[in-house]
């Protein structure tokens, strides 16, 4: 008997097991059975013409197809599908043929199955990467928008609330120039302690508002000529009250280039520096070492600032520079700007990225990871491109290029340890 048939002769059984078993384990399409006749009509013919292709048409079709929870769970259902039409066609050829007649059947089908098996596997694989690929597209975006309403937020929330702080900022200031000029200053410290507490918290709302300029590409640089040891004297002159309170020692050591008159927009890099500089005073215990250092590279300037404190865990490193990183670790958080550990809102390395990356640099930290104990150090590491060229040539004519001469350089340094 020829192999179609055999076909014939298992035909119908062969279509009602397929489907049934099917039914079992698989959504079932409300036309299945069609389907199920429509594809062993073309089995059918591959047999006859030796050709699998006849095939390939309705099982790319099938593997198009597949609905959301089986591409949500990651199911083959056609390669599930072709492996139970094999086991039918086994069994059924085993109860309705001869033993010779199954061998021959197998024989000629074999090739089919195999040829559509590879097809099936292949046509689900991409069927599934172009969903997997759609979904990380879709999170993507998910991210982003959120990322967007967190901004917003924050921009909302800072605004809103520079407006009454400043109402108390002011009433306050009143009241301790009305209670001096009665002679009461019996409530002067508590005045002086809301006037820091407000102070802080305008601190912070700034902050706020620094994170949404840099997250929605807003800050816009005014450069002018400074030398890096000018902005860091400023620094330590800013600073040095609360590392003698902490007992601590700050170098700042000479290296090439913190000499060279470079264009940056010194308000944004000395608020850039400053918070660098507060977490190491604030990341140091009482006694500890900072020591600020650098170097030239080709077209930039390395400014390195190295401390002794509790250092930094390597999984955080990087996270450290996103904002609200501190979040995670609410028992921190206190009103203390440099008190040791006082972590605040966690705005302040974000804020230094966005400032040192708007001037086309970078920053990075190396620490052996943490440890309150040993106290292995942190090493925050920024890069500056060297800009000797104005932006605009009115400044430079207003203010023209100069290397400062010696005597300026050694008052640019000032003391060099405290
Ligand atoms: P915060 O307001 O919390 O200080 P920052 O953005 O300035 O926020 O810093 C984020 C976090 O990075 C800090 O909470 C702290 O855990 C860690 N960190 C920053 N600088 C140091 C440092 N020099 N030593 C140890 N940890 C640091």
Redesign the pocket.
């Known amino acids: 008997m020829s192999t179609q048939a055999l076909l014939e002769k298992i035909r119908s059984i062969w279509i009602y097991r397929v489907a049934h078993s099917m039914a079992r384990g698989m959504d079932v399409r409300a036309n299945f059975v069609k389907e199920l006749e429509q594809f062993f009509s073309l089995l059918e013919q591959a047999v006859a013409t030796g050709d699998p292709a006849w095939l390939d048409s309705i099982l790319s079709e099938w593997a198009a197809s597949p609905t959301q929870s089986d591409l949500e769970q990651g199911k083959n259902t056609v390669t599930a599908l072709l492996s139970k039409m094999i086991i039918v066609t086994n069994e059924v050829a085993r109860e309705t043929l001869t033993e010779g007649e199954t061998l021959n059947l197998l024989i000629d089908l074999i090739p089919i199955y195999t040829h559509l098996l590879d097809k099936a596997t292949r046509l689900e694989m991409e069927t599934r990467i172009t969903y997997i690929s759609k979904e990380l597209v879709r999170v993507q975006q998910q991210l982003e928008q959120l990322d967007r309403t967190k901004s917003n937020f924050i921009s909302v929330a800072a605004h809103e609330l520079k407006t009454p702080l400043t109402l108390i900022d002011g009433y306050t200031t009143m009241m301790r120039d009305m209670l001096d000029n009665a002679g009461q200053n019996q409530f002067n410290d508590l005045l002086v302690g809301m006037n820091k507490g407000v102070r802080r918290l305008h601190e912070i709302i700034d902050d706020m508002i620094d994170v949404s300029v840099i997250d929605n590409d807003l800050l816009s640089l005014t450069l002018q000529q400074t030398t890096v040891t000018h902005i860091l004297n400023l620094l330590k002159e800013e600073l040095i009250d609360a590392v003698l309170e902490r007992k601590q020692k700050l170098e700042i050591k000479r290296f090439s280039g913190a000499d060279t008159w470079i264009f940056v927009d010194t308000e944004r890099f000395y608020q850039a520096l400053r918070?660098?500089l507060?977490?190491?005073i604030?990341?140091?215990p009482d006694k500890g070492k900072i020591i600020i250092d650098g170097r030239t590279l080709p077209g930039f300037i390395e400014i390195t600032v190295k401390?002794s404190?509790?250092?930094?865990a390597p999984e955080?490193q990087t996270a450290?520079?996103e904002k609200f990183?501190?979040l995670g670790?609410p028992n921190?958080h206190s009103t203390g700007k440099t008190k040791f550990k006082g972590?605040?809102?966690?705005?302040?390395?974000?804020i230094?990225r966005g400032i040192i990356e708007a001037h086309g640099g970078t920053i990075w930290?190396e620490?052996e990871g943490?440890d309150e104990q040993k106290s292995p150090g942190?090493t925050?590491h920024i890069l500056l491109p060297i800009r000797t060229e104005s932006p605009d040539p009115k400044i430079e004519k207003l203010f023209p290029l100069e290397a400062p001469d010696e005597q300026e350089k050694e008052e640019l340094h000032g003391q060099e340890n405290t």
Do not use: E, M, W
């Open positions: 918070n660098v507060t977490n190491a604030k990341y140091t401390d404190g509790i250092g930094i955080h450290i520079f990183a501190q670790r921190l972590g605040g809102p966690g705005l302040g390395l974000p230094t930290v620490s943490y942190s925050f």
